[in-house]
């Protein structure tokens, strides 16, 4: 018979939840590279990103190391797309602005986007960045200005710097002050955690 949970075990995860943001979210192409993948599951759930999108095309999803990831991971939920067409879809039927990260001439700094909108953006592959159908669909492009000699970051840590930003401004404006889901979403949520 499964042990009753504690108080405090509740508590928490009724906390956590309750700063969880279900209009902002992530999506990962294509992206290989296990540490990264794992790293930015370890930011999503940090900065109250309740969702993450999956889109693998031309690479498979890759394999994660238990330490490393499985904390993470349980936090945080995963929804795999098989094409670009479902998953903008599914993303602008939730009434989502879809960003894309890029360094092209359209792309606009990314404090000049309003991330306290509902929110996707796609982060590209570690070597060719987002892929162009991917990019022709998207509604913006933002990228990170840098001041240095190396003008790229790491996918994880641009997802960090890129969440941070999105927190900043969603906690400016109360976002994280109050639960984002409805009481019976939230019931739901706090019942599916406890049995994890």
């Not at 993450?52 to 490393?68: E, I, M």
């Not at 094409?83 to 001439?105: C, I, N, Y």
């Amino acid at each position: 018979m499964p042990k009753e949970p504690t108080a405090r075990r509740k508590a928490r995860f009724l906390e956590v939840l309750s700063h969880r943001q279900p209009d902002l979210t992530l999506v990962l192409a294509n992206i290989h590279d296990p540490h990264n993948v794992s790293a930015i599951y370890r930011s999503c759930d940090a900065f109250g990103v309740s969702r993450v999108h999956l889109y693998y095309t031309n690479t498979a999803f890759p394999v994660l190391g238990r330490k490393t990831s499985a904390s993470a991971r349980k936090w945080v939920e995963s929804v795999r797309h098989k094409t670009s067409e479902d998953m903008l879809a599914e993303l602008r039927g939730q009434g989502m602005q879809v960003l894309a990260t890029s360094f092209t001439e359209k792309a606009r700094p990314m404090r000049e986007w309003d991330f306290t909108r509902p929110t996707a953006v796609i982060m590209g592959n570690e070597h060719s960045g987002v892929e162009p159908e991917l990019l022709a669909a998207a509604d913006g492009e933002l990228y990170i200005p840098m001041y240095g000699m190396i003008q790229s970051f790491n996918v994880s840590v641009a997802s960090a710097i890129i969440l941070a930003e999105a927190a900043r401004q969603r906690e400016a404006a109360g976002m994280y002050a109050t639960p984002r889901f409805d009481e019976a979403t939230l019931a739901t949520r706090l019942g599916e955690w406890l049995e994890k």
